[in-house]
């Protein structure tokens, strides 16, 4: 039988002093020179979020509605990890796991080296064997889950088409404000925090802002030049912001540039790194509409507005429980229907 608590306990000890842990330092370094866009600061916000989500309540919580023993299975899950951010692909490791699957991982490139350490070291802990098996392609898998881009889910579904599986493909997420005057400094900084983290890079981060007409730009923009200027000073992101910058120009689009960040009116969702694009809205009724509209392609909504339902608190976009599941779709329950528990 597996012990899920047992499991999901040993990858929580193994990140209790991984700030002071000189084995956790060396390969946080090698994952930064490796992908620059791995910062020590955003690789430390990572291991720092998945320490809290994996503390003893949260645990209990998550599993409550669940078996906690399962049985160990002859089933193999293969997983395809992304490496937008730092650890991503963990949540569908430990799902597997605790599920009693037996795991083949396809590593992003971008992400190799914390996943693997984090991994073993939690093996060392755990008296529970953890079934895993790295591989360049997933070949004699029983089940799927892969996250990747608009462009690789269609690989995706046609390569997995005979597989059960979960598909994931590009999402953003969207910020949904009231007037400015509402706002404090401290909350324009945690919701700098939702869109600037990791740099943007993650389906969490809100590439989108809705606004009131009316609403005035000015002390939100004074609050990130104050908080996240430092953004600048990263290579790979700067490169970002003077390209699109220099589009803007050439094709005289307007938009707000704060130095490190630049604002464009749009209604597409997406918004390329350096770059936040805005509406405006006149009628809440309009920002109803268009997250219906959009919901195959939102990861979540943040927003401090009562008449928005399924909202999150703004500034806790990059802090997901265990039981934020990517897409919505709760994977546990997935491997537990197709290993007939449920």
């Known amino acids: ?17 991984f700030e002071n842990n000189p084995e956790w330092q060396s390969v946080m370094r090698i994952a930064e020179v490796k992908n620059p866009w791995f910062t020590q600061e955003n690789i430390k916000s990572s291991l720092d979020s998945w320490r809290t989500a994996l503390n003893n309540e949260s645990i209990s919580k998550w599993l409550i509605g669940y078996k906690e023993e399962l049985p160990s299975s002859d089933k193999v899950l293969g997983i395809i990890g992304a490496g937008n951010i730092p650890l991503v692909v963990m949540h569908d490791v430990l799902v597997g796991l605790i599920s009693g699957l037996k795991l083949k991982i396809k590593l992003s490139s971008d992400d190799e080296e914390l996943p693997k350490f984090w991994i073993n070291k939690a093996q060392v802990l755990c008296k529970t064997n953890l079934n895993i098996e790295y591989v360049e392609r997933l070949n004699d898998i029983d089940i799927a889950i892969a996250t990747g881009s608009n462009n690789t889910n269609r690989y995706f579904e046609y390569y997995f088409k005979n597989t059960p599986n979960v598909l994931r493909k590009n999402r953003n997420s969207l910020a949904v404000l ?83 960040v630049l604002m464009k009116e749009s209604e597409s969702l997406y918004s390329p790194v350096g770059v936040v694009y805005y509406s405006f809205y006149n009628d809440i009724e309009d920002v109803k509409n268009f997250i219906i509209q959009n919901k195959e392609n939102i990861q979540c909504v943040v927003s401090d507005l009562n008449e928005i339902s399924n909202v999150i608190k703004i500034g806790s976009a990059q802090c997901p429980k265990l039981w934020d599941y990517a897409d919505g779709v709760d994977t546990l329950s997935f491997l537990r229907k197709e290993l007939n528990l449920i």
């Open 178 to 260: 009231g007037m400015h005057d509402t706002y404090s400094e401290n909350q324009y900084m945690q919701l700098g925090n939702d869109i600037f983290s990791y740099f943007g890079l993650g389906c969490r981060n809100v590439t989108h802002i809705k606004v009131p007409q009316g609403f005035d730009f000015k002390p939100m923009i004074q609050t990130w030049e104050k908080h996240f200027i430092d953004l600048a000073n990263h290579n790979k992101y700067i490169n970002n912001y003077n390209y699109h910058k220099a589009l803007l120009l050439m094709n005289l689009d307007p938009h707000i540039d704060s130095g490190f």
């Open 1 to 17: 039988m597996m012990n899920s608590i047992e499991i999901l306990r040993s990858f929580e000890l193994a990140l209790s002093d």
